[in-house]
């Protein structure tokens, strides 16, 4: 009933009607006075933002406990995936445009282990793109600057392509287009390691290392807060690695540099990350024996 609230309701295309027609006009019919507005006065019942899917379907038919087609269980899908792994995948989903087909591999048939999944390859985002970059840079900096993050200013391409990268993943997910925020931040994370891995072969000098190692460290700070609503459990691993606090969550702060977020200034350190430490982490049994 708050005009500071905003509820979003997640809904299948089916029940449509029920929320988008026949809830608008129960809520209206309820305003105090003769007057009723699709836009009421604080304290009064808020019209709903309603989000229209298609279906999940399963084996490309739809599914119920109660029918033959029945869908595999949370239990079931945790034994071969993680939680943030199954979130990217169907955040990746045009639910929107399409019905679309779960059909996750491993539990359809665990001997073919190995092969593509569609579960594990979205995942590939962080548990392979993400953390290959993030493990690169505390390693190199724990290596050449002893943990501390060197003091120099960002690249100007790499602040424009950060901010342009954050306004794009803002304007994607006010029009409730997801798999467009996910492509999104794959590009640019690939583009991340792609600058990394070339830059890298031919650094030599502190200077050099301290340059690569700002510009890609605002890639990692800026994925960070992009990548937190869908995988908070390896984003905040992230964040106690860096030794800062919870504003780098705030929207905020979203265009502020990583060095904002330093209570201590230069002097800020950073906790020691280990040899093959992973940040965000898969199930055991996606691991090759």
């Not at 997640?10 to 699709?38: C, H, P, R, W």
């Not at 304290?43 to 869908?71: D, E, F, I, W």
């Not at 595999?72 to 945790?78: F, I, M, T």
Request: glycine fraction near 4%; charge should be negative; charged fraction near 25%.
């Amino acid at each position: 009933m708050s005009k500071d609230a905003r509820v979003y309701q997640f809904i299948g295309e089916d029940n449509i009607y029920f929320y988008s027609v026949a809830q608008t006009g129960i809520f209206m019919a309820l305003q105090d006075g003769a007057e009723k507005t699709s836009k009421p006065e604080d304290g009064q019942l808020q019209l709903t933002t309603v989000v229209p899917n298609r279906h999940v379907l399963y084996m490309k038919k739809k599914a119920a406990s109660s029918g033959a087609n029945k869908p595999p269980s949370a239990e079931e899908l945790l034994k071969f995936y993680s939680r943030e792994q199954l979130r990217l995948h169907f955040f990746h989903m045009n639910l929107a445009v399409n019905s679309v087909s779960f059909a996750p591999k491993s539990l359809l048939d665990p001997e073919k282990k190995g092969e593509y999944d569609p579960v594990v390859y979205e995942g590939n985002l962080t548990t392979n793109i993400y953390n290959r970059l993030i493990r690169s840079c505390f390693y190199t900096m724990q290596k050449h600057f002893d943990g501390a993050m060197p003091d120099l200013p960002i690249a100007p391409e790499i602040i424009r392509e950060a901010d342009e990268l954050i306004v794009a993943y803002e304007n994607a997910m006010y029009r409730f287009e997801f798999n467009k925020t996910f492509e999104l931040m794959d590009q640019y994370l690939r583009a991340a390691n792609k600058r990394w891995a070339e830059i890298s072969r031919e650094a030599e000098t502190n200077d050099q290392w301290a340059r690569l190692l700002v510009d890609s460290f605002h890639a990692v700070r800026t994925a960070l807060t992009l990548i937190h609503p869908l995988t908070p459990d390896g984003a905040e691993r992230v964040r106690e690695y860096l030794n800062i606090d919870a504003r780098i969550w705030d929207w905020a702060y979203i265009f502020e540099p990583l060095p904002f977020f330093f209570e201590d200034g230069a002097a800020h350190q950073t906790k020691f990350l280990e040899p093959r430490m992973d940040f965000f982490e898969k199930p055991d049994v996606q691991y090759a024996p």
